[in-house]
């Protein structure tokens, strides 16, 4: 069973869109953190949201937290080819272990 | 070091063989997380350190998969018999004891190739 499902799995846009990638579970989490991974590299934190409705600003990246904190979206504005890269969002509850999604698979193409 | 370093980068093993992949963390983190990511996809959990409490084991795939850490620091995860679907790359992750919200520091993983 998959807590955290992303959508798209996978994504391929030209330089200068505009996207939003989706994280969504059924479940209730106290924080959620998203991260960019590179090829044969470890995941790299970009953010975290730990409250309900949270909306935080990355230069171009958006990101926000639902506000029953069940679900959070990545939006990304003009995008450029360094934007490429997989994306991973992770749930935490309590003292629990971190749980990852499947990740969405973000090209940008010149 | 100033990461978390993993070792080695990378290992080819033949089926039936054991192997064991190595995790220092960052320096001063209590919190210990193994991860095992196949081709492109995302992290599947295995094993969980947190100080001197008992690990959270419950990703571990099969009794073949087992992980220790001495002295709160350096953590190995072994691999019994290796088989070919457990061909992929080990992720290690180590944070900050504050709190679920602090980052996850990641190794470059070990690529593993069971042939």
């Known amino acids: 069973t998959q807590l955290l499902e992303q959508s798209p799995q996978f994504l391929s846009i030209q330089e200068g869109e505009n996207l939003t990638v989706y994280c969504n579970s059924s479940?209730?989490?106290?924080?959620l953190q998203w991260y960019r991974q590179e090829p044969g590299e470890g995941p790299v934190l970009l953010v975290t949201?730990?409250?309900?409705?949270e909306v935080k600003k990355l230069k171009r990246l958006t990101f926000q937290f639902g506000d029953a904190r069940k679900d959070s979206s990545l939006h990304i504005t003009a995008a450029q080819p360094g934007d490429t890269g997989l994306y991973l969002c992770?749930?935490?509850?309590?003292?629990?272990?971190?749980?990852f999604g499947q990740g969405t698979r973000l090209t940008i193409n010149p | 070091g100033a990461g978390v370093s993993q070792s080695p980068s990378n290992k080819v093993t033949e089926k039936g063989k054991d192997v064991e992949l190595r995790c220092d963390p960052i320096?001063?983190?209590?919190?210990l997380y193994w991860y095992r990511q196949s081709l492109g996809q995302g992290l599947e959990f295995l094993i969980y350190?947190?100080?001197?409490?008992?690990?959270?084991k419950s990703g571990l795939p099969s009794d073949r998969f087992s992980a220790e850490r001495t002295g709160g620091s350096v953590s190995t995860l072994t691999i019994q018999r290796t088989q070919q679907e457990d061909s992929a790359v080990y992720l290690c992750?180590?944070?900050?004891?504050?709190?679920?919200?602090?980052?996850?520091?990641f190794g470059s993983g070990t690529q593993l190739s069971v042939l």
């Open positions: 350190f947190q100080g001197n409490s008992a690990p959270d």
């Open positions: 992770a749930g935490g509850r309590g003292a629990q272990k971190l749980v």
């Open positions: 320096s001063g983190h209590t919190a």
């Open positions: 992750a180590s944070r900050l004891p504050t709190g679920l919200n602090e980052k996850l520091f």
């Open positions: 479940s209730v989490f106290s924080s």
């Open positions: 949201v730990v409250t309900g409705g």
